[in-house]
């Protein structure tokens, strides 16, 4: 009788464990389930995401669509104790690599057995001119959750941000819920119609990855290498401010005058930087020798559209992720600074 | 034999279904039996009060005779349709497709209507030292926007390097850190 009633307590213990696993499962799930409901706001996270796409070690393929045409790209991304390597690699075409060690990029192009060394400045304009980017952003775009969908399995809230002129581009995002990374990432003009589309299809969240992978997979040793970083030098001090525009969009602000080299020209050229926050428009003015040829008009390359305009012996040139109106616009605007 | 087509025949006439085909078939062809068919009719309206004033029992003589009169119709020959849906499906795609190809460009070339007073000109005089290099006011005024260029190699390779430059500048790594590089990668060499 006494085995009878331990196993009958035995039994009602099991019965009872069971009962509060099942009513622990469901209530996690349904915390889960609501929590995934509630819409967060848009600019946390692109926050959260900015923090994700620097912090996380990543291995994915991404497709890039512009024009009609559309390429396939492998980027692996690490940070290792606060060190950024990354590594974009072309998939089809031209086999290109661009390797980044931090602010030290390589682009590789095999096709020309050509290296470019370049310091990236990424990051390091906006804190300085900009004290609250998110209001001013908040002035020129409109941030929306539009819901939600799924992209490369994974997951993820859409963020529209949508310009209120014609004068720049919208964004709709893609954020995976889980790991904040970017999943995809459309380029919109004005009328919402797409111009530039980028869509994981593989991505690989990781604890660590090798650092066997961010070296480029190809002998560079009879490459000619161009580095920009000696000849930058010179361009990160402070020049004196020679050009300006007269006009440009409202809310965008120059955030940096500097004179760079270019392999093209003899002397470094005149370069200054207008942000808004979200778009960047970059005015180069370049003095032409009388044996170079004179082009203007326009050009894009994906979302970035360029205008140039060649006159009295200088050619100025517009390059930024805004529509072709604006780049004209500024750069018939350009003029000496009195 | 005769006395099921007939039990049959009957059954027809009442209206109630009929199992046997070849009843049909002898029906058109057995004049015996249209004849039958034509007195079980007489019987069933007589019975029910359905008579005419007028009985006329050539009437199926007559319909005959009206129908070889009426005028021939010639209608086009219809053909299975299922096999024509995936062709539809794939036209009604190409279309698609082909309307937002035609749509990026319409669009991208749409001027806005660009509000001057939102464009602020600076109308001071440039220093003497620098009149070298001066714009004519009417360089100012937005101009319609055409179509991309088509540049030389010396200044594609000029456009080039400054989009590489730009790309080091471009600051909204919140935004995405990919995207300047892919562009990178997909430029077009010069050689």
């Known amino acids: 009788m006494p085995e009878l009633s331990q196993l009958s307590h035995r039994s009602n213990f099991l019965k009872f464990s069971y009962l509060f696993a099942l009513i622990s499962y469901l209530f996690f799930n349904a915390i889960t389930t609501y929590a995934d409901s509630i819409l967060p706001d848009p600019k946390n996270l692109i926050a959260e995401m900015s923090i994700a796409t620097s912090q996380l070690n990543y291995d994915g393929i991404f497709t890039y669509r512009y024009d009609k045409k559309i390429d396939t790209m492998r980027i692996i991304h690490k940070n290792k104790e606060g060190d950024i390597f990354e590594r974009l690699i072309s998939l089809n075409g031209n086999r290109r690599e661009i390797v980044r060690e931090n602010d030290k990029v390589k682009y590789f192009f095999p096709e020309n057995k050509i290296a470019i060394i370049e310091r990236s400045k990424l990051g390091q304009l906006l804190s300085s001119y900009i004290p609250d980017t998110n209001q001013s952003i908040s002035k020129f775009y409109v941030f929306d959750i539009l819901g939600d969908g799924r992209i490369a399995g994974r997951n993820a809230w859409i963020v529209n941000i949508k310009p209120i002129d014609r004068f720049r581009y919208g964004y709709q995002l893609w954020i995976d819920k889980k790991s904040k990374l970017l999943l995809r990432s459309r380029l919109k003009n004005y009328q919402g119609v797409n111009l530039e589309d980028v869509m994981f299809v593989k991505l690989d969240v990781l604890e660590d990855i090798s650092d066997s992978l961010f070296k480029p997979s190809f002998s560079s040793n009879n490459f000619t290498w161009i580095n920009n970083i000696k000849s930058n030098i010179n361009s990160d001090r402070a020049v004196q401010t020679k050009w300006k525009a007269s006009w440009i969009p409202k809310g965008f602000l120059m955030t940096g005058y500097t004179k760079d080299p270019m392999p093209t020209s003899k002397i470094p050229v005149d370069h200054f930087i207008y942000t808004d926050g979200l778009a960047t428009i970059s005015v180069y003015v370049e003095k032409l020798n009388h044996q170079q040829s004179i082009n203007s008009g326009t050009t894009n390359f994906g979302g970035v559209n360029t205008y140039s305009l060649s006159t009295n012996g200088y050619q100025i040139t517009a390059v930024g992720e805004v529509p072709k109106t604006t780049v004209e616009l500024i750069v018939n605007s350009v003029k000496l600074s009195p | ?191």
């Open chain 2, 1 to 191: 034999m005769k006395k099921n087509s007939n039990e049959n025949l009957s059954a027809l006439v009442d209206g109630e279904h009929c199992s046997d085909k070849s009843l049909l078939k002898d029906l058109i062809k057995n004049e015996n039996m249209k004849s039958t068919w034509r007195r079980y009719h007489l019987i069933r309206d007589c019975l029910r009060g359905n008579l005419t004033d007028n009985v006329n029992n050539d009437f199926t003589e007559n319909l005959k005779h009206e129908l070889q009169n009426e005028p021939i119709i010639y209608t086009p020959k219809i053909t299975k349709q299922f096999k024509r849906e995936p062709i539809i499906g794939f036209a009604i795609a190409a279309s698609v497709a082909a309307i937002a190809i035609l749509g990026i460009q319409n669009k991208n070339n749409i001027v806005p209507n660009i509000e001057t007073n939102t464009v602020a000109m600076d109308e001071k005089i440039i220093d003497s030292q620098y009149e070298t290099f001066s714009f004519p006011e009417t360089q100012i005024t937005p101009v319609a926007i055409e179509a991309s260029t088509k540049f030389n190699s010396f200044t594609q390779q000029r456009l080039n390097n400054y989009l590489i430059n730009h790309s080091k500048y471009k600051h909204n790594i919140n935004m995405n850190s990919v995207l300047p590089y892919a562009r990178i990668v997909t430029i077009e060499s010069s050689e």
